[in-house]
């Protein structure tokens, strides 16, 4: 409950929205300082607090903070106390807006990487006018090796398949042409691998119009794969089009911005902020949030979370892991 | 004459429109094989032939071939010819629509870089709603170093300056976050080198919203420095974002997508695919045009090459690197 930037308020506003909404078999942990924690639930009377639990974490790691020492040091942060509980078998998710890198790294120390996975992989739902497309990795690793880039395709297969219901998830290796041969040395190598690894629907090298646009060939790609800091730039970059385009309607007609069609495509093209971005790879729920995430942002991925528990979504990739190898 | 995908009917179009446009005391060169290229005039009658002067290439280096190989192999290819004019005194500045790669070989390889330029680079300009962006590397190079990186900030900045009117023009380096240490090696120490740099606005690190929305602090970035592997998928990335929003308005109001403001937005957003992208560090002018250019974006090139050579673009860069060093 203490990540986002106006924690716990968001995030206190955001649950019980989500409570109003969740099948009755689900409880809330908030995770945090209690005092704070009461008193922003005192001005949500409407939650019952019968299907939540106030969990102490005196402590807090900041935006700043480096991530993994971060999370060594303060064992009592909101944070760790918060993976723990799913460790320790008494939650089935965690949420959270705090530091991403922080979430990255505590997530992997408490949570563990599943036997195969190379890293875990922030995963990014970005709306295309063919259904959602899943860039992976976000920006959890500012690199990746070619082994690294496979399994972040692995995990976002399975993701689409298994939470999102794709069928066969079409899984594209983000580069700068489509032919085999084109990019580093590294995004080379990952080709080669995604070429040959078994049960993946792997349709090539996609450009970086393919993403929204489609692919020429294989049409509307489910999982774009990437470095996290091709992720994290194109990502970001997203979120900034919306902005564009008010600001080039913002000097015109001024009905047009209440216009239900433009209202309805700014919400589309906002949606990418809305909503968590699971954490693939780790052993268990991790959906990390923007840190300026809204309360109906929190409120989404708390369904997320729900939804990814529902479908079994850590038991699926476990499975992938061992069938396929490592 | 002979590089785009309807090479060359386009590029004769495109002459034609730009021959109207231009100051009298410039003159264009089509070089490729002579028969095509009297077929397309005799299609424009209108051409001033004083004005237009056809140079033979017998050879033509395809889409799909290996850059430099095909640029050592084809001597008598257009690009390799009408890049000799240049580097013979005979022509102040080469357009083409055709192999981006091939380009970049054949225009390091004739023309030479300038002293202290590590690499040549693709400008590419973003539309945003506070002015053009230059994003640079746009594809030339799937990977840089830092010292390269650091040059393609100079190069900016100077183009930027010199060929824009931008008097201190803002660079930035893309990053995934803001703060100086994020990122991996080769971006840190990049970003030692432009914060040490004398005579350039070095902003820092930029995000990927940075580009269209500006930075949180310096405003409207002028210069997105990155390597070609990331600037290549933003810019194409860019490009399909104007799909996306026609895919989004086409399913509702039919009127919508005739409104002059959203026509506007859409002419606004598709200007990324048209005029000319400047490569930058190569001794002389090289501008290089997307291959499925219309007329249009060929006569937009060569009013960009006009104004490169008009303001001495080339002596320019050429101070940059000997005033401060390479």
Redesign the interface.
């Given at each position: 409950a203490m990540g986002g930037d106006s924690a716990p308020a968001v995030e206190v506003e955001g649950v019980s929205h989500a409570l109003r909404e969740l099948p009755p078999g689900f409880l809330v942990q908030l995770v945090g300082q209690p005092d704070a924690i009461e008193r922003e639930l005192d001005r949500h009377p409407e939650v019952d607090r019968g299907r939540l639990e106030i969990v102490e974490a005196s402590e807090v790691i900041g935006m700043?903070e480096k991530p993994l020492a971060a999370v060594r040091r303060k064992r009592k942060s909101s944070l760790v106390v918060g993976l723990s509980l799913q460790s320790a078998g008494k939650s089935d998710a965690f949420i959270s807006a705090g530091n991403t890198g922080a979430i990255l790294a505590a997530s992997t120390v408490v949570l563990g990487l599943h036997h195969g996975v190379e890293r875990a992989s922030v995963g990014a739902m970005l709306p295309?006018?063919f259904g959602p497309s899943l860039l992976l990795d976000a920006?959890a690793n500012?690199?990746a090796s070619a082994r690294e880039l496979a399994c972040f395709a692995r995990l976002g297969s399975v993701y689409m398949r298994d939470v999102m219901g794709v069928s066969a998830p079409k899984v594209g290796l983000?580069?700068?042409g489509e032919?085999d041969e084109?990019?580093?040395a590294v995004?080379r190598e990952a080709h080669g691998l995604l070429r040959d690894q078994s049960g993946l629907e792997f349709v090539g090298n996609i450009?970086?119009?393919?993403?929204?646009?489609g692919h020429p060939k294989a049409g509307h790609v489910d999982v774009a794969v990437?470095d996290?800091?091709?992720g994290?730039?194109?990502?970001?970059?997203?979120?900034?089009?919306g902005?564009?385009?008010q600001?080039?309607?913002a000097n015109?007609?001024a009905g047009?911005l209440a216009?239900?069609?433009?209202r309805?495509?700014f919400r589309?093209l906002d949606y990418s902020q809305y909503g968590g971005a699971p954490l693939l790879g780790v052993r268990g729920i991790s959906i990390i949030c923007h840190g300026s995430s809204p309360a109906n942002a929190i409120k989404h991925a708390i369904r997320v979370a729900v939804h990814s528990v529902e479908v079994q979504l850590d038991q699926h990739i476990k499975a992938e892991f061992e069938r396929n190898g490592a």
């Open positions: 700043g295309t006018a920006g500012v690199d983000l580069n700068v032919e084109k990019g580093g995004v450009e970086g119009r393919d993403i929204l646009a990437c996290g800091f091709v994290n730039i194109l990502l970001k970059f997203y979120e900034s089009v902005k564009l385009l600001r080039l309607l015109g007609d047009l216009h239900p069609d433009i309805a495509a589309f």
